[in-house]
């Protein structure tokens, strides 16, 4: 077994190597289109992370016939929300898309008006995520789906970003990346004191994007009057594996984390003719290696296990290699502190400080089964207090959970 782990250690070490060799980055959607695929499914006991997003090491506390099924996981998040609803037609699409009305003319009005409202430079308009999963043991696997329509400044005609003073200027880039997942975890030591468990995923990941369009083309698209697959895209693939440990202490309750995601993160991409292609991979020109930067983590989690009102304290500090690489670089952007209340198992309450900005949850679970909304905000400048956003985000879960 160890003889096993450390050729394949060796193995992703190389291939890393070789890829990093010659990689580049994405020339004028750099720090838009270079992100890690993050799939969110299944999750742990401590509700907090999503195994296969947080730490595969979760998944070796399962016991023997442990079942979890997850059809499907949504997440939507608009983002930029108290601006746009200053807008009276917008308030009004968007609570017509609460009540289930979702004409066409509600998600055009709701859409334009998060584009309107995403501010100057750099930023977010709207993501979602779909995810289907499974857990058997100590075995998970599932797929993954993240959409994003991401802001920047709108490029020249010499393809450089110019100074993005207002929406009307900006530029903006649907992208859509989708991950195949396996995750395993097991328990390499156990003792009353202490236990330590360890996980790995690994996964088939694949991004796609459309080159940048302008309000007027996001106008038409959304409205239907042109087709996606008339632009140009761009698109490749990546084999990233996250890895994972879990120290335990007090029976379980008390847990340090320390995490590697995104290793081998290096997308062999492409340009294509439209999405279709690029999804396909047929007829790719100009072939490059982007590289998505890997994550090393670190955090601890408590919970003392009351049985009628159970609250979760946890602390997680993200990205501790670009902490310290950058000199500007402040603590309150790369820690997470919350604290997370379960009522009866059934009614969750959620307040955190993250990376730098506040946000709170209120949602509901039952048996595998869960629905959240939550509200808060984000950086989306290139330094922490530069442009902050908010963020409304409404999350669900349907699956079994025995």
């Given at each position: 077994m160890r003889r096993t782990i450390a050729i394949l250690a060796v193995l992703l070490l190389s291939v890393t190597a070789l890829a990093a060799s010659g990689a580049t980055d994405d020339g004028a959607y750099k720090g838009v289109t270079n992100r890690a695929m993050r799939p969110v499914f299944v999750e742990p006991e401590d509700g907090v992370d999503y195994a296969l997003?947080?730490?595969?090491?979760?998944?070796?506390?399962?016991?023997?016939?442990?079942?979890?099924?997850?059809?499907?996981?949504?997440s939507a998040s608009s983002y930029n929300v108290s601006?746009?609803?200053?807008?009276?037609g917008v308030a009004e699409a968007l609570s017509g898309i609460t009540r289930f009305q979702w004409n066409k003319q509600n998600w055009v009005t709701y859409m334009l008006g998060l584009v309107m409202a995403s501010g100057n430079n750099y930023g977010e308009v709207f993501a979602a995520d779909l995810g289907l999963g499974a857990q058997i043991g100590k075995l998970a696997f599932g797929f993954n789906v993240n959409a994003a329509v991401h802001s920047m400044p709108g490029l020249d005609a010499e393809g450089n970003p110019g100074n993005g003073s207002s929406p009307i200027s900006n530029g903006y880039v649907p992208e859509v990346d989708y991950a195949l997942t396996v995750a395993y975890g097991m328990r390499v030591f156990d003792s009353e004191r202490l236990t330590i468990d360890a996980g790995a995923a690994v996964r088939f990941a694949e991004k796609l994007y459309l080159l940048q369009l302008n309000?007027?083309?996001?106008?038409?698209?959304?409205?239907?009057?042109?087709?996606?697959?008339?632009?140009?895209?761009?698109?490749?693939?990546?084999?990233?594996?996250?890895?994972?440990?879990t120290f335990g202490f007090l029976g379980g309750r008390l847990n340090f984390d320390v995490t590697a995601t995104n290793l081998n993160g290096y997308y062999y991409m492409a340009n294509y003719e439209n999405i279709t292609k690029a999804a396909t991979f047929s007829g790719g020109t100009d072939r490059y290696t982007l590289y998505t930067p890997f994550s090393l983590n670190a955090g601890v989690t408590?919970?003392?296990?009351?049985?009628?009102?159970?609250?979760?304290?946890y602390a997680?500090?993200?990205?501790?290699?670009?902490?310290?690489k950058d000199d500007d670089a402040t603590p309150p952007e790369f820690i997470d502190l919350g604290v997370k209340l379960s009522i009866m198992d059934i009614v969750t309450l959620r307040a955190s400080y993250r990376y730098?900005?506040?946000?709170?949850?209120?949602?509901?679970?039952?048996?595998g089964n869960m629905i959240e909304l939550s509200y808060g905000f984000e950086e989306?400048?290139?330094?922490?207090?530069?442009?902050?956003?908010?963020?409304?985000?409404?999350r669900m879960k349907l699956g079994y959970d025995n």
């Amino acid at each position: 077994m160890r003889r096993t782990i450390a050729i394949l250690a060796v193995l992703l070490l190389s291939v890393t190597a070789l890829a990093a060799s010659g990689a580049t980055d994405d020339g004028a959607y750099k720090g838009v289109t270079n992100r890690a695929m993050r799939p969110v499914f299944v999750e742990p006991e401590d509700g907090v992370d999503y195994a296969l997003f947080g730490n595969a090491a979760s998944l070796a506390t399962a016991e023997k016939g442990t079942l979890k099924i997850q059809v499907p996981y949504l997440s939507a998040s608009s983002y930029n929300v108290s601006n746009a609803l200053k807008d009276k037609g917008v308030a009004e699409a968007l609570s017509g898309i609460t009540r289930f009305q979702w004409n066409k003319q509600n998600w055009v009005t709701y859409m334009l008006g998060l584009v309107m409202a995403s501010g100057n430079n750099y930023g977010e308009v709207f993501a979602a995520d779909l995810g289907l999963g499974a857990q058997i043991g100590k075995l998970a696997f599932g797929f993954n789906v993240n959409a994003a329509v991401h802001s920047m400044p709108g490029l020249d005609a010499e393809g450089n970003p110019g100074n993005g003073s207002s929406p009307i200027s900006n530029g903006y880039v649907p992208e859509v990346d989708y991950a195949l997942t396996v995750a395993y975890g097991m328990r390499v030591f156990d003792s009353e004191r202490l236990t330590i468990d360890a996980g790995a995923a690994v996964r088939f990941a694949e991004k796609l994007y459309l080159l940048q369009l302008n309000t007027t083309e996001i106008s038409h698209l959304i409205d239907g009057s042109k087709d996606f697959n008339s632009l140009a895209a761009r698109g490749g693939f990546a084999f990233p594996v996250d890895l994972g440990v879990t120290f335990g202490f007090l029976g379980g309750r008390l847990n340090f984390d320390v995490t590697a995601t995104n290793l081998n993160g290096y997308y062999y991409m492409a340009n294509y003719e439209n999405i279709t292609k690029a999804a396909t991979f047929s007829g790719g020109t100009d072939r490059y290696t982007l590289y998505t930067p890997f994550s090393l983590n670190a955090g601890v989690t408590y919970t003392p296990g009351f049985k009628y009102v159970n609250p979760t304290v946890y602390a997680k500090f993200a990205d501790i290699v670009s902490f310290y690489k950058d000199d500007d670089a402040t603590p309150p952007e790369f820690i997470d502190l919350g604290v997370k209340l379960s009522i009866m198992d059934i009614v969750t309450l959620r307040a955190s400080y993250r990376y730098g900005y506040p946000e709170f949850a209120v949602g509901a679970q039952f048996h595998g089964n869960m629905i959240e909304l939550s509200y808060g905000f984000e950086e989306a400048g290139a330094k922490y207090g530069e442009k902050p956003i908010d963020k409304l985000t409404f999350r669900m879960k349907l699956g079994y959970d025995n």
